[in-house]
């Protein structure tokens, strides 16, 4: 079968598309023919030996959605036919509020979702939603779940609440914004372009401002009225900025640290609104089968920004390093 493998860390374009073995499910498993998989930024990361636990070679993507074509023993073959998207990852463990150490996703440590196919636990293949094509679903599974676990477990987000969203755009960003708006909050944004400001008002967002623009916050405070809840994937700039437009008894969580690792702030400016500072990534089996219900009944359909096939994988990589715009870019899988 044809995988996109990395054995090399010299950057996404030392990727290569390479014959080898199809999978057999094991015990317990299924395989799974994939017929599209989605990008995230862990993939640029980790093509340049910029992730823990590297090892090589290594097979590349974690977010997949397919058909499953052979079950293992123990698996009813009546899954075979049944259309599925893949939790990402293994080995979440027994605490629901945090992964144990063993956790770990597909596309290093664990075989890659660009791939023509893969096993996995049957517990990870949940079903399709009906609503969503297989390049709709692949969207889901790392993006998805970790804007719905900042949503929906960490800050418990309330219908009518007004919530921020730094860097819209990106696939978290993007499908934050979709999960808060069918909530019934009022949402608004941050980037650096007017153009992805309004594409975020085209899917519900109240407004936004250009985070290039000096004391920015101040702006947010007005045209918000306060903010509620913050979902943060860039702390380290825009903390410090968007803190004094918090209402008493906010949530702020950080799902990420694009832009640099350290984030400022005045103390007095958390602890004297009562507010809280959360983080998180991924989310548990459970989170992700009330995200692909909560997906289907409110017919949400994620943005995808562009698509390959798997033969121009590597491509696909090159622009999401140098040309993303919004939303998820989806390698087609045959």
């Not at 096993?119 to 790392?142: D, G, I, R, Y």
């Not at 987000?157 to 009022?186: D, N, P, Q, R, Y």
């Not at 109240?206 to 306060?226: E, F, H, I, N, R």
């Not at 005045?266 to 809280?276: E, G, I």
């Amino acid at each position: 079968m044809k995988a996109l493998m990395l054995t090399r860390t010299e950057g996404p374009g030392s990727v290569e598309l390479q014959d080898i073995e199809k999978p057999t499910p094991a015990a317990g498993e299924v395989r799974v023919a994939l017929r599209a998989a989605s990008l995230n930024y862990r993939e640029l990361w980790i093509s340049r030996g910029q992730y823990p636990g590297m090892k090589l070679p290594s097979g590349l993507g974690a977010d997949g959605a397919g058909v499953i074509d052979a079950v293992g023993s123990g698996v009813d073959a009546a899954n075979i036919g049944r259309e599925v998207v893949l939790y990402p990852g293994l080995g979440w463990g027994d605490n629901p509020n945090y992964p144990g150490k063993q956790f770990a996703l597909y596309g290093m440590p664990l075989p890659g979702t660009l791939a023509q196919y893969i096993c996995v636990p049957l517990a990870n293949a949940f079903t399709k939603p009906a609503s969503l094509s297989f390049e709709e679903a692949a969207c889901l599974p790392t993006a998805g779940l970790t804007a719905w676990r900042a949503i929906s477990v960490k800050a418990r987000l309330a219908a009518g609440e007004h919530v921020l969203i730094t860097g819209i755009g990106g696939g978290v960003a993007t499908s934050a914004c979709a999960f808060a708006v069918a909530s019934g909050a009022k949402v608004f944004v941050t980037s650096s372009s007017e153009e992805k400001i309004r594409r975020a008002e085209q899917l519900g967002a109240a407004g936004g401002v250009v985070y290039t623009q000096d004391k920015w916050g101040k702006t947010l405070a007005k045209v918000s009225g306060g903010i509620d809840v913050v979902i943060d994937g860039a702390p380290a700039g825009s903390l410090s900025q968007y803190i004094r437009a918090l209402n008493m008894g906010a949530r702020v969580v950080i799902y990420g640290s694009t832009g640099g690792v350290d984030a400022q702030f005045s103390t007095p400016d958390l602890f004297l609104r009562h507010a809280t500072l959360l983080g998180t990534a991924m989310g548990t089996l459970e989170d992700f089968g009330r995200m692909l219900d909560f997906v289907g009944s409110k017919q949400l359909k994620p943005v995808i920004d562009q698509r390959f096939t798997l033969d121009r994988a590597r491509d696909a990589l090159l622009s999401l390093e140098s040309n993303h715009g919004m939303g998820k870019i989806v390698v087609t899988i045959d």
